[in-house]
């Protein structure tokens, strides 16, 4: 049973910076698409950004040009690079992936447990 971990959140000052990743906890073949979301204390979760099979990454509106999403080489790793935080940021960060487990399978979708992000002074 795959097991998708999110690692890198904290407690931050505004305007600092983090990068959350996250990777499964067995062994996969890759990762197809990637998503980062967030869900604020008693907010829905909110969809931040993908990253395509392709490569192609992009994100939402609101964080263009503080966030960003990338992966590694091996494609198993996926990344949120966060800049110039801000206490409306806080949040528990989830990811949410299509994962192929063996090369000749299908992708499945599986969500991450969460890490927290808080941007205060």
């Known amino acids: 049973q795959v097991q998708l971990v999110e690692s890198g959140g904290g407690l931050v000052q505004p305007g600092e910076s983090l990068r959350l990743s996250c990777a499964a906890t067995?062994?996969?073949?890759?990762?197809?698409?990637g998503r980062w979301y967030r869900q604020a204390p008693e907010k829905e979760r909110e969809f931040l950004a993908t990253?395509?099979?392709?490569?192609?990454?992009s994100v939402v509106e609101s964080v263009k040009g503080r966030f960003s999403i990338s992966r590694d080489a091996t494609q198993k790793t996926i990344y949120l690079q966060m800049s110039s935080l801000k206490p409306e940021d806080t949040a528990a960060y989830y990811c949410?992936?299509?994962?192929?487990?063996?090369?000749?399978?299908?992708?499945?979708?599986?969500w991450g447990r969460g890490t927290q992000v808080t941007v205060s002074s």
């Open positions: 949410n992936c299509d994962i192929i487990e063996d090369p000749k399978g299908r992708p499945l979708n599986y």
């Open positions: 067995t062994n996969i073949s890759r990762i197809t698409y």
């Open positions: 990253i395509t099979p392709e490569g192609h990454a």
